[in-house]
């Protein structure tokens, strides 16, 4: 059974950083791309970034190019997303997810909040 658990949000400050984690489990890791998405409140889903298999390549959306850097550790099944420069328009829950092969997983999210 696929399972994606994310974590690591919380309540910070502008300005403030945050890494959210995604710890996988239920197939294969290491040979699919993982994607994060975020939905701020009382809008839609909005894609934020996507890493491949092997962690060496990751796109974004243009908006959070520079603040935002994905990662992965293959040996812990588990995707990160470093944010920096947080603005309260980050303010959203974020979740990772899984296409295999159109079939889509998702994490219960984990909620960003910067405020001051």
């Known amino acids: 059974e696929v399972q994606l658990v994310e974590s690591g949000g919380g309540l910070v400050q502008p300005g403030g950083s945050l890494r959210l984690s995604c710890a996988a489990s239920?197939?294969?890791?290491?040979?699919?791309?993982m994607n994060w998405v975020r939905q701020a409140p009382g809008k839609g889903l909005e894609w934020v970034s996507r890493?491949?298999?092997?962690?060496?390549?990751?796109s974004y959306t243009d908006s959070l190019k520079g603040r935002f850097t994905g990662s992965r550790d293959n040996a812990k099944n588990t995707i990160y997303l470093q944010m920096n420069s947080l603005k309260p328009e980050d303010t959203a829950v974020y979740y990772c997810?899984?296409?295999?092969?159109?079939?889509?997983?998702w994490g219960q999210g984990t909620q960003v909040t910067v405020s001051s």
């Open positions: 997810y899984l296409d295999v092969r159109g079939h889509i997983y």
């Open positions: 239920g197939f294969t890791f290491s040979t699919y791309a």
């Open positions: 890493i491949n298999n092997g962690g060496d390549s990751t």
